[in-house]
């Protein structure tokens, strides 16, 4: 075998600094405000004079140092999310079109996970640590006094699929109430009229408005009061639990089961499946949120569509406005959703 030879080459490489905006200043010929400006969202800058500035800092190798604007501007640039429930599919998918509407306003997202008994004062404990301009709380239930203690440390909250009772807060939801009537309707019209709903959390607003209003709704058409399951979580495991108890009361057979959110419904249709009853013949069942695996073709869940990307935006848009100190009365925005037709229940006669 020949010998291999190896052959030595020297590769120059650039030698790195830090780039700062006076280079990028100069080279452009214009005020160091100018580039600080092409860098801060909702700035009043020219869309040209912006373009040049990020372009020509992009070849320089040039990015802001956030500790240094913070120092400026007294805000962090940073939105803290804190979450409670990620076992529920519905959060994630929430998580990540939230931080990628709040990456393109140009905030930076860090997220805070309440696990493990963690309590929520804990959770804003870590948060307030990194100084965030706001706060956005997914899937937790507040009090007054938590929102309180975060605006006295100079942090606004927005909430997420929930508001405070009673308290003026900045909050986004989905209309649940109108929700829970539409759903009622909608099983009603198709001659559904021996009804069920399974409760989730009982202090969650959202698990409290939607059997709100299909309860409203039950009584408005005159039918017999709904059967009531507190499964007392939005898991799968108390869904099925739920599903178990009511198919096994032969006393009072349903027509239709509710379920307050679609996790609780695929425990309540894998019940069904334990107990041999057809879905949607024997019995119907619905679900609230459409989380991706509601579409699953070994279930197939008819549910009311959370309208997800509005909500997003909206809150979004609250938060910026608040960053700007362009909002300061509290305001609950809540959206309309649909529902979405598979085969989980039957067809209207």
Not at 275 to 299: C, E, N, Q, R, T
């Amino acid at each position: 075998m020949p010998d291999q030879q190896r052959e030595s080459v020297t590769i120059n490489k650039p030698v790195s600094k830090n780039v700062v905006a006076r280079e990028v200043a100069s080279a452009l010929d214009v005020s160091i405000s100018t580039v600080s400006r092409a860098f801060t969202p909702n700035a009043v800058i020219a869309d040209r004079t912006r373009r040049r500035v990020l372009q020509k800092a992009a070849e320089l190798g040039y990015e802001p140092n956030p500790h240094a604007q913070s120092l400026k501007t007294n805000r962090s640039g940073i939105v803290g999310l804190i979450v409670s429930d990620l076992a529920n599919p519905f959060y994630p998918e929430v998580l990540i079109g939230l931080t990628e509407a709040l990456e393109q306003r140009g905030f930076s997202v860090m997220l805070f996970c309440r696990l493990g008994g963690k309590s929520l004062d804990e959770a804003f404990q870590s948060a307030f640590r990194y100084q965030p301009d706001v706060l956005v709380v997914l899937a937790a239930t507040m009090s007054s006094a938590a929102i309180e203690s975060a605006t006295e440390a100079g942090t606004r909250v927005v909430l997420f699929n929930r508001y405070v009772p009673g308290k003026a807060s900045f909050a986004v939801t989905c209309d649940n109430e109108s929700g829970g009537e539409t759903v009622a309707d909608y099983l009603i019209d198709r001659q559904l009229t021996r009804l069920a709903y399974v409760a989730g959390d009982p202090d969650a607003t959202t698990n409290r408005d939607r059997k709100l209003g299909f309860m409203r709704a039950c009584r408005r058409r005159g039918i017999p009061k709904p059967r009531i399951a507190a499964a007392h979580r939005f898991t799968h495991d108390a869904g099925l639990i739920a599903g178990r108890a009511l198919l096994r009361d032969e006393s009072e057979p349903l027509d239709a089961v509710f379920c307050a959110n679609d996790v609780l419904a695929l425990g309540v249709l894998d019940a069904a499946r334990e107990f041999g009853v057809a879905i949607p013949d024997a019995l119907s069942v619905i679900g609230f949120d459409d989380i991706k695996m509601a579409d699953w073709a070994s279930y197939q869940l008819t549910t009311y569509r959370q309208p997800v990307e509005e909500m997003i935006a909206a809150t979004a848009d609250i938060v910026s406005e608040l960053v700007q100190s362009l909002l300061s009365t509290a305001t609950r925005i809540t959206i309309p959703g649909r529902i979405v037709t598979r085969r989980t229940v039957r067809a209207a006669q």
